[in-house]
């Protein structure tokens, strides 16, 4: 999930870590924060294997200041500059290669994962074709027929055997409630993408120009006699 969410981000354009972290978890959301613990690593990862190129970035230098401390920290700084020492106001630049580009390509089209990894993958998913995506959002539908079909049988079990402290629950009730109304929700929004990808992928007649949809209802098929 964070190695398609980093190269996802990476696809709009090259960023520093500390922004790159930031849209990471703008995609995946405020409670699934990604620490730079397990961000750094993935990227020299992704480094390795061609997917990602790092440069190194200087930000602007400051403006001179009369003091005998700054020329001195500034002459430090030229020092290490002409030495080949990375100058402390250096910061790594990542970028995606275009291996990088492909592999986000194969991630997005991995048909396992858990809620997350899916919500990554809609976030991504214009890198798909117009049939993948319907084949993505198709796969999720049944996932969650699936998942429903699960909390039918565990409350039909538990209606054949009561347990007196799921009667007196409320909060667990109340989960399940959410849970279930979530569900819906989410089945609602995968419906209404489908129904915009396949009108998309399959346009009406109608919905075509007219003078397009004229010759197309003619009897002669536009030809003239």
């Known amino acids: 999930m964070l190695e398609t969410a980093i190269l996802g981000v990476l696809s709009d354009g090259s960023l520093h870590g500390y922004e790159l972290k930031k849209r990471i978890t703008d995609v995946i959301g405020p409670w699934s924060s990604v620490s730079f613990g397990s961000l750094y690593p993935a990227l020299s990862r992704l480094e390795r294997a061609g997917h990602v190129v790092v440069d190194d970035a200087v930000a602007p230098a400051a403006p001179p200041m009369p003091s005998l401390g700054a020329e001195v920290a500034a002459f430090r700084a030229r020092t290490r500059s002409r030495s080949g020492s990375p100058s402390p106001r250096a910061r790594k630049v990542y970028s ?30 214009r890198h798909l074709s117009p049939e ?47 849970q279930n109304e979530r569900a819906q929700r989410e089945r609602a929004w995968l419906e209404e993408l489908l129904m915009s990808e396949r009108a998309a992928l399959h346009p009406a007649p109608d919905s075509l120009d007219p003078a397009v949809a004229d010759v197309a209802a003619s009897p002669s098929g536009g030809t003239s006699t």
């Open 132 to 178: 993948r995506r319907i084949s993505l959002f198709e796969a999720r539908l049944r996932s969650l027929d699936h998942m429903a079909d699960e909390r039918r049988g565990r409350t039909a079990r538990r209606g054949a055997a009561p347990c007196p402290t799921d009667e007196l629950d409320r909060y667990r009730r109340s989960l399940v409630a959410f």
């Open 96 to 125: 995606i290669t275009d291996g990088g580009s492909s592999r986000l390509a194969d991630l997005l089209d991995d048909p396992d994962g858990d809620d997350r990894s899916f919500a990554v993958r809609v976030a991504f998913c």
